[in-house]
């Protein structure tokens, strides 16, 4: 019986990272919105990640691998168990370069902006409408992020999963199972790197794009606020923004939550939101855009943590 504490553990060659422990989630989330994770880890490479995992399930602790805490609200009472960071897996590398196409090697832990600024700079189109999308590239994978009809999707070819028993797979594109805003990778497990096509393009043209997409994003969208993102997923065929706007629920609050005056699907935290205030004004959101157009709007955000 390994009866040694996670201290213990986490200073042992069993773990080469960094952890830390009952810290805020407010620091590890773009919505600035969280009580404590029990342990947060860092891993330096795939064999500490996968320690983790081997001892986490023989102590029946649940591991809830984050990318960049962009898509998420935790609530008050924080995270049970070990939070896993990929903080330290950034490498972007060119893999094949001939002909038209070029593969690349993302590591997931790598922000998907820098991503789109590598395919900037070297002329590589395909993600230039991801421009000014937050948040990781695993992150982005497995939540099938999009913006301008274009989705993280259209340039996977495969991606290395580490599972919750520590076991790593590849799953190719097709096997992934991809669609709106959601990916069938199992919860719990941590997707490693990516495998990435993009397409060989003139350097100014890829510039251009992604400058425009930018621009765009930046009139439409409260990018300098805390935010998680659109919070409520797009009814098909509609926008979830233009129905909250149109219930009047624009500036909408509830304590230092509230509904954005520039674009309607994004709840901002204008200093100390807590997680009750955040669910309250979408509640109020959820129930007024039904009174006014029938429709149910379904969360875009993931939820996580305990209540206090
Ligand atoms: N609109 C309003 N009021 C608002 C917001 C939007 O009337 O407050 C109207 C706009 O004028 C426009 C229409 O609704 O006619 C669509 O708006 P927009 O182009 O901003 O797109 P969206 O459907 O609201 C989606 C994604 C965004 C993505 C943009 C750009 C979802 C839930 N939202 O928003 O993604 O950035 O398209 O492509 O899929 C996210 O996933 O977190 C996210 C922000």
């Known amino acids: 019986m390994d009866e040694r504490t996670w201290e213990e553990i986490f200073t042992s060659e069993f773990f080469d990272g960094e952890v830390r422990f009952k810290e805020s989630m407010r620091d590890y989330t773009s919505l600035r919105i969280g009580g404590p994770a029990d342990i947060i880890a860092m891993p330096k490479d795939p ?4 320690n983790i995992f081997i001892v986490a399930k023989k102590r029946d602790i649940p591991v809830f691998p984050i990318g960049s805490g962009t898509n998420l609200l935790v609530m008050d009472g924080g995270i049970e168990g070990i939070v896993l960071s990929l903080k330290f897996f950034k490498r972007i590398d060119v893999l094949e370069d001939e002909g ?5 090697f993302v590591e997931a832990g790598s922000p998907l902006q820098g991503l789109v600024s590598f395919a900037k700079e070297k002329g590589y189109a395909g993600i230039e409408a991801l421009a000014g999308i937050p948040g990781s590239v695993g992150g982005a994978i497995f939540m099938n992020a999009g913006a301008f009809g274009v989705e993280m999707k259209d340039v996977i070819k495969s991606v290395a999963v580490m599972d919750k028993n ?5 799953l190719d594109r097709d096997e992934i199972g ?8 199992p919860q719990g497990s941590v997707i490693l790197s990516a495998n990435i096509i993009l397409k060989k393009a003139d350097k100014t043209y890829v510039e251009e794009k992604t400058r425009q997409y930018m621009d765009k994003k930046r009139q439409s969208q409260p990018l300098k606020e805390h935010s998680a993102g659109c919070a409520f997923k797009n009814p098909a065929g509609d926008s979830a923004g233009r129905l909250i706007e149109l219930a009047g629920c624009k500036g909408m609050r509830v304590g230092d939550a509230e509904v954005s005056h520039i674009h309607a699907n ?4 204008k200093g100390n939101a807590t997680a009750k205030d955040f669910l309250k004004l979408m509640e109020i959101v959820r129930s007024r855009v039904k009174d006014a157009s029938g429709v149910l709007l379904e ?4 939820i996580v943590g305990k209540n206090d």
């Open 299 to 302: 969360p875009e955000i993931r």
């Open 266 to 269: 994004f709840i901002v935290n």
């Open 47 to 50: 064999m500490s990640m996968k």
């Open 100 to 104: 038209e196409v070029v593969e690349l």
């Open 166 to 170: 520590g076991m790593l797979n590849r």
């Open 178 to 185: 991809f669609s709106y805003r959601q990916s069938s990778i």
